[in-house]
């Protein structure tokens, strides 16, 4: 679960949002003695035939991998500006080593550039038709995403504007789904958002409140006891949304760091820590308030990240049906591209 501060007409996430889907995990080191190389091995071996004490000592020796190096890009999303906005590296896999590269190598490469998101875009074949989708892997230090909002507008704004193909569509194979995306002439990528967007029962929030001694009751539309909004993009991407009546209130917040626990969610229940600017909270955010306008087509500009220095700039457009439910949500953006070099897996 993530919780978001937000202050209308502008939105800006503050502090850092909150995994609650998971309990703290301590992993504990086990010594474990390894046996004599010659228990259990009858003398006759161990004089008579050396080469089979080599055949031992090899077969529980661990297995030697080789090493596999892949290029990577650090662009920052959401801006047109280096060093603003929301940071994403960008790792290549060829399509020979795709198939090779495992989920623990992934996150290990992920916790190395300590990045919100890394992802893993996997070449397709060299025979593969131009409008193949594009398989994206999105991990967090802790954890791979079925979604996430600057890791799909910054590998679409990548593969249409520096992956050296002409083109201004492109389909990203990712755990939620496929997303097209289109490059606008602006210059800026907007993608269909998977949605299976869900409100639930709203949260009271005294407690956390409480422990913002720089916001007054009075600067909570909902005041000290009453209900904030829980909603969710798509299943483990589930957000609570606290609405305050100034930016100025806005600025006065604190960082939050523990768990926020909402029991009534089950299977909604998501997600890990975010940066300055989050695509999926954007998305929610915009969803929720354009379900609480009707039906229609409603577009969101949103600001996140000013307090933190890394302004970003955000475009959510929703489609709300007949029937008064989210059936459609766009995310646009920008990005830039600030490095590049290998790593070594």
Known sequence: MLYSYYHLPMW????RAIDMTQESRVEENQMVQEPSLSAGIPDQVLTDEPASLFAISKARSPSIMPEIRLNFQIIDVFTKTRYIGNPLAI???????????????KQLVAQEFNLSETVFMHDNPPNASPDTPVKVDIFTTEEELPFAGHPTVG???YLLTKSGQKRNEVTLKIKAGDIHAVLQDSGRVRLQVPVDFKVHDGIELSWLKSTQPEVQVTDYASGAEGK?????????MTFVLVRLNSEDALRRLKGYTKRIE????????GLTLEDP???????TLAGWL??????GSWKFEIVQGV???????????????QDGEVKKVELGGEAVEVMEGSIVV
């Open 155 to 157: 590998s679409s704004w």
């Open 262 to 269: 909402v029991p009534w969610l089950g299977e909604w229940q």
């Open 290 to 295: 354009a379900k609480r306008r009707g039906p």
């Open 228 to 236: 904030e909004a829980v909603a969710s993009i798509v299943k483990g």
């Open 307 to 321: 307090e933190m220095g890394r302004r970003s700039d955000i475009e959510v457009q929703v489609g709300v049906g």
């Open 91 to 105: 790792v290549h896999v060829p399509s020979s080593q795709s198939a090779i590269l495992t989920q623990e190598q």
């Open 277 to 283: 600017a989050t695509g999926s909270a954007a998305s």
């Open 12 to 15: 800006k996430e503050i502090g």
